[in-house]
């Protein structure tokens, strides 16, 4: 997009660019081009205002569309009887991703964590929402010599929501591929455990594109990142292991002052994101367009 931007704004066609590249992570050199061809930026993060303010770039932050679409109280109970859980009985939520790589990489470290939560909660429910036929073939091949009791798939809707929301809803905490659905988690105000892995080749690729060997910023998971802390654990590469993992998830099924403390941080950023995202993007673009 920002090519054809900036032959518009070169033609004196007002340009407004709505969310940000992602420059904070990788490749902050794109600003330049950035500023060549944008007139107005709307941005989903607060952070990010700071960001285009000093480059010299005209900015609004809009919240995010995501946290109008959940609730700000969530009924836990309700979300388990939909998904024909017991409302009584713990439930962790295993997110291993929607791309392909990651059900991969992270599907049999996830099981094999949840085995050993298994001996610890023997009663403990597994939840697992699967965004389509294909990612459930994989993960059921991944699984296949897993043995886990008390293991519930879905990749069928049981609301007008996503599927991945209503696991979200029920769950106590979650262990979690790091994505939108960490954000996603947070709005729901749920501990969780995040964790991804990159193979060697796409380590490769991703420091020649951007001329990088890692990230600007000490966070991959976006609620660590809105909140400037390592509010929730990452583990990463080498750092994914089924022990390493389970001791994060205990705490975040046990550790009620830091479950309370985490639900108020996730309280706290579902009210900075959940306004009205669409009027305020709107509202902008018109006065951009309506001032030449």
Request: with cysteine.
């Amino acid at each position: 997009n920002l090519r054809l931007e900036e032959q518009l704004k070169k033609s004196g066609i007002p340009t407004v660019h709505f969310v940000s590249p992602s420059i904070w992570a990788w490749r902050y050199q794109r600003i330049e081009q950035i500023r060549r061809a944008v007139d107005h930026m709307l941005v989903l993060f607060p952070f990010e205002v700071d960001i285009y303010e000093k480059e010299g770039v005209p900015v609004t932050f809009v919240g995010h569309p995501l946290a109008q679409q959940i609730p700000e109280n969530p009924d836990s109970r309700a979300a388990r009887l939909r998904l024909g859980l017991d409302p009584d009985k713990a439930v962790l939520a295993i997110l291993p991703g929607s791309r392909k790589s990651e059900v991969n990489a992270l599907t049999k470290v996830f099981l094999e964590t949840a085995q050993k939560l298994h001996q610890k909660y023997p009663e403990m429910q597994f939840v697992v929402p699967l965004v389509n036929e294909a990612r459930k073939q994989q993960f059921l091949e991944l699984s296949k010599d897993i043995n886990l009791p008390n293991l519930h798939l879905f990749d069928k809707n049981v609301s007008q929501q996503p599927i991945s929301r209503d696991v979200m809803e029920a769950c106590d905490a979650s262990l979690l591929a790091s994505g939108t659905a960490s954000l996603e988690m947070a709005l729901y105000k749920k501990p969780m455990v995040i964790a991804y892995i990159l193979s060697p080749l796409m380590v490769k690729i991703m420091s020649w594109k951007s001329g990088q060997s890692a990230p600007l910023l000490p966070w991959i998971g976006l609620p660590n990142i809105l909140l400037r802390e390592f509010a929730v654990p990452e583990h990463l590469q080498e750092e994914v292991t089924p022990d390493k993992l389970m001791q994060s998830c205990v705490r975040a099924l046990e550790d009620k002052e830091y479950i309370q403390e985490t639900k108020s941080k996730f309280e706290t950023l579902y009210k900075t994101l959940a306004i009205d995202t669409p009027r305020l993007a709107a509202e902008q673009i018109w006065r951009v367009a309506t001032a030449n």
